[in-house]
Structure formats: structure tokens, C-alpha cells
């Protein structure tokens, strides 16, 4: 069968980037990262100072600095995930959540090499996806992602289709879930912000009675630390007021995680909307706070 444009070049890129050297990546990185803090470090210290405070010049300027290196490191490790060196932590406690076979709802934030966790399941044999974007703006873009995730082990569900989470978890599957950017599902507080943040997940859990883990990475002597902690559940006969107060505590203990390491996290995305708060001429001085209402 013939291949489109569109599955051949994915393919042609996928070959170039998993055959790419790693000094390659490096040199990448340091350039990439260079312009990320040139064009979002007013955005990144706006969010680093409303969040983590007091902070010295010193500190911050090195979480900027190691923040942006870590946030495009992240994106270009995609294509060599199965050469990151890591180790996985709490082995019990998915043990215990596999065991009561009803799948697992697995929260996570953009800290560490992204589904570097899902890998880590599969690659144990354990049943894991994760949930990627649909594609719409940029197909050629989500099939090289798509691609690169089954080229490490892992076959990922697609945004779109509203049972997509609900079926991967019938089938006993842990998912994979990203709660810590910009959403319009569900109204929560944020360091402090009142913003909105995805409760498909956690609602769904509920909905299965599935069990539901928090996951998060650090890094130690450049190896990935891959941390899972069981999350309880509110049970008080309101599934959505319940849903609402899990999520609200899923979010600060994310808080918690970002605040003991500040350098992981991807402060020049602008998850509060503060562009039109603070300039780039500004962009170094403390600004004054309004709720992000997304």
C-alpha cells in the first residue's frame, strides 16, 4: 500500500532523529534554549516570582537558566527516550494499584523527559498509555510525536474521541495524564491563581471507582527519578464536588513538587497569561497579579 506524504516523511524524520548523535542534541538544546530565555524569560520570572518568593537575583536567574535548558531538552529527548537513564521508584505502590484491576489513572506534570514513566511500565510489562494531542493544527507534527512514542514501546491514545480514557481504562491500562497546563474543564487555584485545569481524568476515576496516582520526576546525578504516590479519593455521594476538591489537592501537591524543584519546570510557558501583564522591557520587575480566568 502506498504511503502518504505525510507517512513518508514522518518516517524519513523519524529515521534522521533517532540516528542523531547526542552531542547533536546537546548543541540543539543550548542553542534552542538561548532563544526560549530571549524571547520568554519576562514570562518565566513573572511566573517564578508570583509562585516561589522570596527568591534571590542569584537563584532565580539560575532556575531561569536551567529551567529553559530542561523545558527543550525535554521536547528533543522524545526522539532517543529509550537511551534516558532513569529509575523507578514505588514499585509497591503500582503493584497495589494494578491489583485491583480496574485500571489506573496516572496524573503527572511536564517535569522530566515526557511519558519517560509510560515507557518505564511498558518496558516492565505493564499495560500503559499515554493521551497526546489530536493533530488538528499541526498533522505533521502529531504523527512524528505519535510516531516517536511507538518507536519507544509506547502506543498512545488520541484527543478527540471523549470515551478514548474510559476504554483504555476498561482494558486495565494505566494512563498517562498531564494536569498542569491551561485547561477550561475544572475552576482551581494555582500558586495561588484562580485558573482552570483538566478533571477528565480524576471525574473518570471516579466514574470506575479506578485508583488514581500521582507521578513526578526528578533528577539526580543525570538520572530520572520516577516517583509514583498513591492519591485518595473523595467519597461524599457528590462526584462532581468530589472530583472538584481531588483535583484541587492533586494541584497542591504539584505546587509542592515545583517549589522543591523549581528548575524542572516549564516556567516560560505562560500558564497564567501574563503576556499582556508584564513586557518584555518589564518583564524583570514585579508585576501586579490578576486571575487567570482560562
Same mark, same amino acid.
Given at each position: 500500500?502506498?504511503?502518504?506524504?505525510?507517512?513518508?516523511?514522518?518516517?524519513?524524520?523519524?529515521?534522521?532523529?533517532?540516528?542523531?548523535?547526542?552531542?547533536?542534541?546537546?548543541?540543539?538544546?543550548?542553542?534552542?534554549?538561548?532563544?526560549?530565555?530571549?524571547?520568554?524569560?519576562?514570562?518565566?520570572?513573572?511566573?517564578?516570582?508570583?509562585?516561589?518568593?522570596?527568591?534571590?537575583?542569584?537563584?532565580?536567574?539560575?532556575?531561569?537558566?536551567?529551567?529553559?535548558?530542561?523545558?527543550?531538552?525535554?521536547?528533543?529527548?522524545?526522539?532517543?527516550?529509550?537511551?534516558?537513564?532513569?529509575? =523507578?521508584?514505588? +514499585?509497591?505502590?503500582? #503493584?497495589?494499584?494494578?491489583?485491583? $484491576?480496574?485500571?489506573? !489513572?496516572?496524573?503527572? /506534570?511536564?517535569?522530566?523527559?515526557?511519558?519517560?514513566?509510560?515507557?518505564?511500565?511498558?518496558?516492565?510489562?505493564?499495560?500503559?498509555?499515554?493521551?497526546?494531542?489530536?493533530?488538528?493544527?499541526?498533522?505533521?507534527?502529531?504523527?512524528?510525536?505519535?510516531? =516517536?512514542?511507538? +518507536?519507544?514501546?509506547? #502506543?498512545?491514545?488520541?484527543?478527540? $474521541?471523549?470515551?478514548? !480514557?474510559?476504554?483504555? /481504562?476498561?482494558?486495565?491500562?494505566?494512563?498517562?495524564?498531564?494536569?498542569?497546563?491551561?485547561?477550561?474543564?475544572?475552576?482551581?487555584?494555582?500558586?495561588?491563581?484562580?485558573?482552570?485545569?483538566?478533571?477528565?481524568?480524576?471525574?473518570?476515576?471516579?466514574? =470506575?471507582?479506578?485508583?488514581?496516582?500521582?507521578?513526578?520526576?526528578?533528577?539526580? $546525578?543525570?538520572?530520572?527519578?520516577?516517583?509514583?504516590?498513591?492519591?485518595?479519593?473523595?467519597?461524599?455521594?457528590?462526584?462532581?464536588?468530589?472530583?472538584?476538591?481531588?483535583?484541587?489537592?492533586?494541584?497542591?501537591?504539584?505546587?509542592?513538587?515545583?517549589?522543591?524543584?523549581?528548575?524542572?519546570?516549564?516556567?516560560?510557558?505562560?500558564?497564567?497569561?501574563?503576556?499582556?501583564?508584564?513586557?518584555?522591557?518589564?518583564?524583570?520587575?514585579?508585576?501586579?497579579?490578576?486571575?487567570?480566568?482560562?
Amino acid at each position: 500500500m502506498k504511503l502518504s506524504w505525510k507517512d513518508s516523511a514522518t518516517n524519513l524524520l523519524i529515521g534522521l532523529f533517532t540516528r542523531l548523535p547526542l552531542a547533536v542534541y546537546s548543541a540543539i538544546g543550548l542553542i534552542l534554549s538561548y532563544g526560549l530565555r530571549v524571547k520568554k524569560s519576562h514570562i518565566a520570572r513573572a511566573s517564578l516570582q508570583q509562585a516561589i518568593h522570596p527568591v534571590s537575583e542569584k537563584r532565580l536567574q539560575e532556575i531561569l537558566r536551567q529551567s529553559a535548558r530542561h523545558t527543550v531538552n525535554y521536547v528533543l529527548t522524545l526522539p532517543v527516550l529509550n537511551k534516558v537513564a532513569y529509575q =523507578l521508584h514505588h +514499585q509497591n505502590v503500582l #503493584d497495589q494499584a494494578f491489583s485491583e $484491576d480496574k485500571g489506573i !489513572v496516572i496524573i503527572s /506534570l511536564h517535569m522530566g523527559p515526557p511519558d519517560l514513566g509510560t515507557m518505564a511500565l511498558s518496558q516492565l510489562g505493564l499495560p500503559a498509555t499515554t493521551l497526546i494531542g489530536s493533530g488538528k493544527h499541526s498533522p505533521l507534527v502529531h504523527s512524528l510525536g505519535k510516531g =516517536l512514542l511507538q +518507536q519507544a514501546g509506547i #502506543d498512545p491514545i488520541v484527543k478527540g $474521541d471523549p470515551t478514548a !480514557v474510559l476504554q483504555a /481504562l476498561k482494558q486495565k491500562k494505566a494512563v498517562f495524564l498531564y494536569s498542569d497546563l491551561r485547561s477550561r474543564e475544572m475552576p482551581v487555584t494555582f500558586f495561588g491563581q484562580e485558573t482552570r485545569a483538566p478533571a477528565s481524568g480524576i471525574m473518570t476515576a471516579h466514574l =470506575l471507582k479506578a485508583p488514581v496516582l500521582f507521578h513526578y520526576c526528578t533528577l539526580e $546525578d543525570n538520572q530520572w527519578q520516577l516517583h509514583f504516590e498513591p492519591v485518595p479519593l473523595t467519597h461524599s455521594g457528590n462526584k462532581k464536588q468530589d472530583a472538584q476538591h481531588d483535583l484541587q489537592q492533586l494541584m497542591h501537591r504539584m505546587e509542592q513538587v515545583i517549589r522543591e524543584n523549581p528548575e524542572l519546570w516549564i516556567w516560560h510557558y505562560d500558564r497564567f497569561k501574563l503576556k499582556n501583564q508584564v513586557s518584555r522591557s518589564k518583564g524583570f520587575s514585579l508585576f501586579q497579579s490578576k486571575p487567570d480566568v482560562s
